[in-house]
């Protein structure tokens, strides 16, 4: 079982900035992806960004240029810097993990969320 723990979100003007930090712990043997998705009322869950065990990254159109996505691998922790925070941008963000287990078994493990809110 691996738990992923999220700290690092709230409230913010727009412009302003937050850093999201998703840190991984349980029975792993490897990080196969590890990165951030959101969902705001009403709408479906969305990608934000992930980086893959190669290193490998890719973000929504929506957070190239604005967000940088990176990694502890030391600590088995992914970070979200996200910077010109938009009113868009509210949502819940949800840390997801791919990992492959002591058991060599991979599963799909979500965070419970931090809210980041947008708002002047």
């Known amino acids: 079982q691996v738990q992923l723990v999220e700290s690092g979100g709230g409230s913010v003007q727009p412009g302003g900035s937050l850093r999201l930090s998703c840190a991984a712990s349980?029975?792993?043997?490897?990080?196969?992806?590890m990165g951030w998705y959101r969902q705001a009322p009403g709408k479906e869950r969305e990608l934000v960004a992930v980086?893959?065990?190669?290193?490998?990254?890719n973000y929504a159109d929506s957070a190239k240029g604005r967000f940088t996505i990176s990694r502890d691998v030391a600590k088995n922790t992914v970070y979200l810097q996200m910077n010109s925070l938009k009113p868009e941008d509210t949502a819940v963000y949800h840390c997801?993990?791919?990992?492959?287990?002591?058991?060599?078994?991979?599963?799909?493990?979500w965070g419970q969320g931090t809210q980041v809110t947008v708002s002047s």
């Open positions: 349980g029975s792993i043997f490897s990080i196969n992806v």
């Open positions: 997801n993990a791919v990992v492959t287990g002591s058991s060599w078994k991979t599963y799909n493990y």
């Open positions: 980086i893959r065990g190669d290193g490998t990254i």
